[in-house]
């Protein structure tokens, strides 16, 4: 039912929607860009994407592996700083073990540019507990918000 609202947000920010498609192998990451292999669930043709962001949905059943995968890999360790998250704020920039604040108003590039690790990851939706749509994509708009 609220799909034609969805779709209207995505198309005029350029997000592109793959139905019926799965991760046929780990995303590679180089630099800021992700490049995904993706498996046709009904034709089994492959096609891979390269593109600055991946948003798997796996219905309600909570698949949080490529999560764990890439934790320890990233700027942030998985970790979110509760405080920003909910008053939509940036996350805070973790490098060499400290953490640090953007100013408010600042033109950060970002955790991710800023930290070692080229990527700061957050794990939402169902990748935390089996939920609805409706609490994936306000936890998905809070991370954007955040960037």
């Given amino acids: 039912m609220n799909s034609p609202a969805y779709l209207q947000v995505f198309s ?41 962001a991946v948003v798997v949905d796996f219905g309600t059943t909570p698949n949080d592996d490529v999560y ?18 909910i008053h939509g704020r940036t996350q805070p ?17 970002g955790p991710a540019a800023e930290a070692s690790s080229p990527f700061a990851l957050y794990r939402i939706g169902d990748a935390v507990a089996s939920r609805n749509v409706h609490a994936a994509v306000l936890e998905g708009l809070r991370v954007g918000m955040g960037l």
């Fill in 12 to 52: 005029e920010f350029g997000v592109t929607v793959h139905l019926g498609e799965r991760l046929a192998a780990k995303p590679k990451i180089a630099g800021k860009l992700v490049t995904a292999r993706l498996r046709n669930d009904y034709s089994g043709i492959e096609t891979e994407l390269e593109t600055d």
């Fill in 68 to 85: 764990f995968e890439l934790k320890p890999q990233s700027s942030n360790h998985g970790e979110i700083d509760i405080d920003s998250w």
């Fill in 93 to 109: 920039h973790r490098e060499s073990g400290a953490v640090t604040y953007p100013t408010p108003g600042s033109a950060s590039p």
